[in-house]
């Protein structure tokens, strides 16, 4: 599986029409059988597909609603390099609220493995959009898992974080 990834990652940028977004989520759907597999192909290989391509980066919020956990984890996975990213001579920034809303989708979503990659892609967003994040999390503290939270708040200053932690024990107290 990482040989392929390997040997197509290089390949992704020039040598494959769009449709090849419908081949990755195949993938992901019925190949992937851990997070390393969806991690490789998302940073490597969809990444590579996605600098040369990046009006389709959006289009990857549909791989949430999967009913396979692999795929849902790639929908977060695959935009964390895209929060700001220069693309040629311009910079591509993925619309906050977009982010927010895949979150929402994946909140409550029971594999461990999907939840990692929620506070993932809010940890990375937090490095550009921390106020935006830190006011996404208040108002979703009575429902965000613990270890969800712990990840997100990961590159956030020390006091907000212990702020923000407490503020969530308070929260789950009442």
Same mark, same amino acid.
């Given at each position: 599986?990482?040989?392929?990834?390997?040997?197509?990652?290089?390949?992704?940028?020039?040598?494959?029409?769009?449709?090849?977004?419908?081949?990755?989520?195949?993938?992901?759907?019925?190949?992937?059988?851990?997070?390393?597999?969806?991690?490789?192909?998302?940073?490597?290989?969809?990444?590579?597909?996605?600098?040369?391509?990046?009006?389709?980066?959006?289009?990857?919020?549909?791989?949430?609603?999967?009913?396979?956990?692999?795929? *849902?984890? &790639?929908?977060?996975? !695959?935009? =964390?390099?895209?929060? #700001?990213?220069?693309?040629?001579? /311009?910079?591509?920034?993925?619309?906050?609220?977009?982010?927010?809303?895949?979150?929402?989708?994946?909140?409550?979503?029971?594999?461990?493995?999907?939840?990692?990659?929620?506070?993932?892609?809010?940890?990375?967003?937090?490095?550009?959009?921390?106020?935006?994040?830190?006011?996404?999390?208040?108002?979703?503290?009575?429902?965000?898992?613990?270890?969800?939270? *712990?990840? &997100?708040?990961?590159? !956030?200053? =020390?006091?907000?974080? #212990?702020?923000?932690?407490?503020? /969530?024990?308070?929260?789950?107290?009442?």
């Amino acid at each position: 599986m990482f040989i392929a990834y390997g040997l197509i990652g290089h390949l992704v940028k020039k040598h494959f029409d769009d449709d090849l977004l419908l081949r990755f989520q195949y993938w992901l759907e019925h190949y992937a059988c851990n997070w390393a597999h969806v991690d490789d192909l998302c940073i490597k290989a969809i990444y590579n597909f996605l600098m040369a391509r990046p009006h389709l980066i959006e289009a990857t919020q549909v791989w949430s609603y999967s009913d396979v956990p692999w795929c *849902r984890r &790639a929908s977060n996975v !695959v935009w =964390v390099k895209f929060i #700001k990213r220069k693309i040629g001579k /311009s910079v591509y920034t993925l619309d906050t609220n977009l982010v927010f809303e895949n979150c929402d989708q994946l909140m409550l979503d029971e594999d461990e493995f999907v939840q990692k990659s929620v506070g993932w892609l809010l940890k990375v967003t937090a490095v550009h959009h921390q106020q935006d994040v830190i006011e996404y999390l208040k108002r979703n503290i009575n429902i965000i898992q613990r270890s969800t939270l *712990r990840y &997100a708040l990961e590159k !956030v200053d =020390v006091d907000t974080r #212990k702020s923000i932690l407490s503020y /969530s024990e308070m929260s789950r107290k009442s």
